[in-house]
């Protein structure tokens, strides 16, 4: 069953890093998306993207933040300069477009800021 | 007033139960209703979507939607252990795919052998 994979799985880094976050949609999906949930919070929408483009952000989704599809196959999320507030699981996730909506979620990349 | 709430539990039922679920919403744009399931460091994964008011049945699972209450509902009939997770409602205000989801903080369900 094709499925969303992200890497790392966990990724500990220190405050002021740049951190990038991998992730590799289901292949014939137009559509991704960033979410991220605090320990103990919400899942949060970031971002999507579409046709090599970012369609909708959060507020959350400040210039700390980027997006790219750097070949036809990865969708990456950098973080600039890690803040302590940004300890979370990032969620990958893709769809196919249609509107079930249904989005694929990968398996989340847990990163620690000390 | 949050815009989707959700009670955190949690829920403990015994197996051959039904387990309901529900959420309130304060957006009364949302159209679009989903209930995920999450299991303990895993991502979410859909279980129902729904459109607008109505019900919606797929084996074991039932979603309602009460727009004029603003209010969701799931309901897992004969519950089994497996069912134990945490589950998430989600609601969108146009079509689901190109915008956000917006969750509510989930409810944790065990279901005791």
């Known amino acids: 069953e094709p499925e969303v994979t992200q890497t790392p799985s966990h990724q500990v880094t220190q405050m002021g890093q740049e951190v990038i976050l991998r992730c590799v949609p289901i292949s014939n999906h137009l559509y991704f998306y960033w979410y991220r949930q605090i320990l103990g919070q919400k899942v949060e929408f970031l971002v999507s993207f579409y046709n090599n483009e970012i369609s909708e952000k959060s507020e959350i989704f400040d210039d700390q933040f980027s997006v790219e599809r750097p070949d036809g196959s990865n969708f990456t999320l950098k973080i600039r300069s890690t803040k302590l507030e940004d300890s979370a699981m990032y969620f990958c996730a893709s769809s196919t477009g249609g509107w079930t909506g249904e989005l694929f979620f990968g398996e989340g990349s847990r990163l620690t800021v000390l | 007033q949050k815009e989707v709430e959700q009670d955190p539990g949690p829920l403990s039922v015994p197996e051959g139960a039904i387990v309901s679920l529900n959420c309130t919403y304060s957006n009364s744009a949302f159209q679009y209703f989903m209930w995920y399931r999450q299991y303990s460091r895993k991502g979410p994964e859909l279980l129902m979507y729904t459109y607008s008011s109505g019900n919606k049945e797929d084996g074991r699972f039932t979603a309602q939607v009460d727009k004029s209450s603003k209010y969701i509902s799931l309901f897992i009939r004969d519950s089994q252990p497996s069912d134990s997770a945490t589950y998430l409602c989600?609601?969108?205000?146009?079509?689901?795919?190109?915008?956000?989801?917006?969750f509510g903080g989930g409810t944790r369900v065990l279901v005791k052998p």
């Open positions: 989600a609601m969108s205000g146009n079509k689901a795919a190109g915008n956000k989801l917006t």
